[in-house]
Nanobody
Framework: QVQVVESGGGLVQAGGSLRLSCAVS????????MDWYRQVPGKQRELVAG???????NYADFVKGRFTISRDNPKNTVYLQMNSLKSEDTATYYCHVGRGANNYWGQGTQVTVSA
């Protein structure tokens, strides 16, 4: 059974930093691409950042230069370092594993940035 568990969310002031973690089990982690998405109520879930099994990264324009995605294969964990946070970064952040038919989501972790 695949488990995807996010952690590290919380309340932070604008300009501050948070690091989200996503621990994965039940799947060969190193084979899989990983992504972070976010969603606010009433809006579609949007891609924030992704990292392939070959460590190639991509970022949404609205986080470039502020967020960094990384992965630690021995720990089966992907991270999202978020710096210079803005109030508009407030959302539930979700970890996504894999592609196509074999993909999995975590339950989400709330990030709230106060102005």
């Amino acid at each position: 059974q695949v488990q995807v568990v996010e952690s590290g969310g919380g309340l932070v002031q604008a300009g501050g930093s948070l690091r989200l973690s996503c621990a994965v089990s039940g799947i060969i982690f190193s084979f899989n691409a990983m992504d972070w998405y976010r969603q606010v109520p009433g809006k579609q879930r949007e891609l924030v950042a992704g990292i392939t099994n070959n460590y190639r990264t991509n970022y949404a324009d609205f986080v470039k230069g502020r967020f960094t995605i990384s992965r630690d294969n021995p720990k089966n964990t992907v991270y999202l370092q978020m710096n210079s946070l803005k109030s508009e970064d407030t959302a539930t952040y979700y970890c996504h594993v894999g592609r196509g038919a074999n993909n999995y989501w975590g339950q989400g972790t709330q990030v709230t940035v106060s102005a």
